[in-house]
């Protein structure tokens, strides 16, 4: 989640925003797992270069999907985890409806962390570190429908990673429905998805 934050406020680079009339309420809100890092002061950096001030920014913790660390086979843990994020995302629901201001969370990191953390994001987010089993896979396709930045096609009906790096979000490899595709050892400590969603959500 937190992974594909990053891309999303990195990509805002290249976006043109044009902002018409006056009475507008903007808010930032970021899903995440473990921590946030600066990610909301990072949004309002980057945003602000583009004439865009939040009025309000927000963070809903759910289950950190991230499996070369976390264990997510505990699914009791999970769906507390899912539960409490539920919970925030409607009391941000509620805040948005009415348009109040002034919410925001300070930064997590330091700003030696935060540089530390991206350094580390770009040299692990390569796609050889994907590994796929032919003898699972049953060519779905749904690895590269769950792409991002179109990082995977199907050829020869087998997934190929077609780009050197990718967001990590890890969609591919949580949404393997015959778990044929690995990230640095990662399967043994299970897959994720969100138990209100489907696979090809």
Same mark, same amino acid.
């Given at each position: 989640?937190?992974?594909?934050?990053?891309?999303?406020?990195?990509?805002?680079?290249?976006?043109?925003?044009?902002?018409?009339?006056?009475?507008?309420?903007?808010?930032?809100?970021?899903?995440?797992?473990?921590?946030?890092?600066?990610?909301?002061?990072?949004?309002?950096?980057?945003?602000?270069?583009?004439?865009?001030?939040?009025?309000?920014?927000?963070?809903?913790?759910?289950?950190?999907?991230?499996?070369?660390?976390?264990?997510?086979?505990?699914?009791?843990?999970?769906?507390?985890?899912?539960?409490?994020?539920?919970?925030?995302?409607?009391?941000?629901?509620?805040?948005?409806?009415?348009?109040?201001?002034?919410?925001?969370?300070?930064?997590?990191?330091?700003?030696?962390?935060?540089?530390?953390?991206?350094?580390?994001?770009?040299?692990?987010?390569?796609?050889?570190?994907?590994?796929?089993? @032919?003898? *699972? #896979?049953?060519? /779905?396709?749904? +690895?590269?429908?769950? &792409? !991002?930045?179109? =990082? $995977?096609?199907?050829? %020869?009906?087998?997934?190929?990673?077609? @780009?050197? *790096? #990718?967001?990590? /979000?890890?969609? +591919?490899?949580?949404? &393997? !429905?015959?778990? =044929? $595709?690995?990230?640095? %050892?990662?399967?043994?400590?299970?897959?994720?998805?969100?138990?209100?969603?489907?696979?090809?959500?």
């Amino acid at each position: 989640m937190g992974r594909t934050t990053i891309y999303l406020v990195r990509l805002s680079k290249n976006l043109d925003i044009n902002i018409e009339g006056s009475n507008h309420y903007f808010y930032f809100v970021a899903t995440y797992g473990c921590d946030y890092g600066n990610i909301l002061s990072t949004a309002s950096k980057e945003f602000s270069k583009k004439g865009l001030k939040f009025d309000s920014l927000y963070t809903a913790r759910f289950v950190d999907n991230w499996s070369p660390i976390f264990n997510l086979k505990n699914k009791e843990r999970n769906l507390r985890a899912e539960e409490n994020g539920k919970r925030e995302t409607s009391m941000i629901v509620k805040a948005v409806v009415n348009k109040e201001k002034g919410h925001s969370l300070p930064d997590q990191m330091t700003a030696f962390q935060a540089n530390r953390a991206k350094a580390t994001y770009d040299s692990i987010r390569k796609t050889s570190y994907f590994k796929l089993n @032919k003898n *699972s #896979c049953i060519s /779905c396709g749904l +690895c590269a429908r769950q &792409c !991002p930045v179109e =990082a $995977i096609q199907i050829i %020869n009906n087998v997934p190929v990673w077609v @780009k050197e *790096s #990718c967001t990590l /979000c890890l969609g +591919c490899f949580h949404r &393997c !429905p015959k778990a =044929a $595709i690995d990230y640095d %050892n990662s399967l043994q400590n299970g897959q994720y998805v969100f138990s209100e969603v489907t696979l090809d959500d």
